[in-house]
């Protein structure tokens, strides 16, 4: 077992039953000139979590942990898009519709891939989700049972609603979480701020939080016995 | 006495945070379902567990008098009422051992004795829903054993076969059970709209910050709004 120090308190995990979970770095929510940006996001604020992220992703291939990629999006005829998340507000650019990378949050297209510096490996999982969640209507859950996995930790973007709905979907069934605090990110640094709060408030309700240069050290102690 | 139920009637539009709800206008209120989240003793009544754990009981509260009131007026209208209700089987047999190890590190263990029974445990006294917004028979109760409403419960399919698919939402709290309830059920298409002055939380800027993060890029996860909003836009 390793340890991480941790809030609300240290995180210990097992490398072989742990997977580092990247939530829906894709295109159109990370760069310029994305979806993202044009709903009038600073996009800037979610690029700040590419760096420390792909030292994350490096070192967890170096050392054989399971890694799993997850993209939100829907099938090209929009069928699993619900209507209400379709005609919800009145954005500027519906699901859908063509965007400045293709087809707004539509699998296939450029702007839903995940972006290079991330890019999956062969072989790594890449889970498409419909929804914020990762669990909800994917194979997350038999994926992770099938691999023996208990343990997540999470990445990606962003902090208040997609990484959150998946660690609360993954917390109720069972999984232990430790969230990177720089390794998430949000177009709002409230959000960013309150949404790492609610993780390890209560005694750490949904998980628990620490930077990546925490997790880095406990994982380099040596390599996963294979 | 006997209550007229009146089956005709409308919700919407709303006035809400950040759009009219419902998104399609307006919907019948028996296509509607009020989900009233959580309202056991543990969590708001004096001497449940979160009363023990030193919280302000006050704070989960608060929602009370409007949600009682919510509550007359579905029934009134011919909504759909759920109550849920956490907890673990007498034995445990449902309780991740995270959850338990991590509510024990707090001094309220699930399962252990506390002031109003055996903690989180279906059937003992701190698990009952308070009086002030107690079910009434014919009325839906689902026990579910983590945060989310549809994790590992029948909800979707007591929505789907009662042919509900906008849902208003109340409990506690509000950075918890209600926002894992509500995500959940956004990600399986219900529109849903939470009432701010019908949920509570244990600290009020975790409050306050989860019903901002609902209103924010169109209503990400719906709409925010008060119980009287919805009283004043419900047509009969």
Request: charged share 20%; proline share 7%; hydrophobic share 40%.
């Amino acid at each position: 077992m390793r340890t991480v120090p941790a809030d609300p308190y240290p995180f210990e995990f097992d490398p072989a039953g742990t997977a580092l979970l990247i939530i829906d770095m894709q295109r159109d929510f990370v760069e310029p000139g994305g979806f993202g940006e044009t709903l009038g996001n600073d996009v800037s604020w979610l690029q700040a979590v590419v760096p420390p992220l792909q030292r994350v992703l490096a070192t967890a291939r170096e050392v054989g942990l399971t890694v799993i990629h997850t993209r939100e999006g829907h099938v090209p005829d929009l069928s699993d898009c619900p209507p209400a998340k379709l005609n919800r507000g009145e954005p500027s650019l519906r699901i859908g519709e063509p965007g400045p990378k293709g087809r707004i949050l539509v699998r296939g297209e450029y702007g839903h891939d995940i972006i290079d510096e991330l890019a999956p490996l062969p072989g790594e999982l890449v889970v498409d989700k419909p929804g914020k969640g990762s669990f909800h209507g994917t194979s997350l859950g038999a994926e992770l049972a099938e691999l023996g996995v208990t343990s997540l930790v999470v990445t990606g973007v962003t902090t208040e609603v997609c990484v959150h709905t998946t660690v609360r979907e993954a917390n109720d069934r069972g999984y232990e979480c430790l969230v990177l605090s720089d390794c998430v990110g949000s177009y709002f640094p409230e959000f960013q701020r309150v949404g790492l709060e609610m993780i390890s408030a209560q005694g750490g309700i949904f998980g628990w939080v620490a930077p990546s240069s925490a997790f880095l050290a406990a994982l380099t102690l040596q390599e996963v016995p294979s | 006495m006997t209550a007229t139920v009146q089956t005709r009637a409308r919700i919407g539009p709303v006035a809400a945070n950040p759009y009219p709800w419902p998104y399609d206008g307006s919907v019948d209120a028996a296509r509607t379902a009020l989900i009233c989240i959580d309202w056991q003793v543990d969590f708001c009544g004096p001497g449940g567990y979160v009363d023990r754990m030193g919280y302000d009981i006050g704070l989960t509260r608060a929602g009370l008098p409007a949600t009682a009131r919510m509550l007359e007026h579905a029934r009134a209208t011919g909504m759909l009422v759920i109550h849920t209700r956490e907890g673990h089987s007498p034995d445990l047999s449902d309780l991740p051992a995270n959850k338990r190890w991590r509510s024990a590190r707090i001094g309220a263990e699930i399962g252990s004795a506390g002031p109003a029974g055996r903690i989180l445990v279906r059937g003992e006294p701190g698990w009952q829903i308070v009086p002030e917004v107690a079910p009434v028979p014919g009325e839906v109760l689902l026990d579910k054993p983590g945060k989310g409403a549809f994790y590992a419960t029948n909800l979707d399919l007591v929505l789907r076969t009662n042919g509900i698919t906008h849902l208003v939402l109340t409990g506690i709290t509000t950075d918890v059970c209600v926002h894992t309830t509500m995500r959940e059920a956004n990600d399986r298409g219900y529109e849903c709209l939470v009432l701010s002055d019908c949920t509570g939380a244990t600290d009020p800027a975790n409050h306050d910050a989860a019903l901002h993060m609902v209103t924010m890029q169109g209503g990400v996860f719906g709409a925010v709004a008060t119980s009287t909003a919805v009283i004043e836009g419900t047509t009969r």
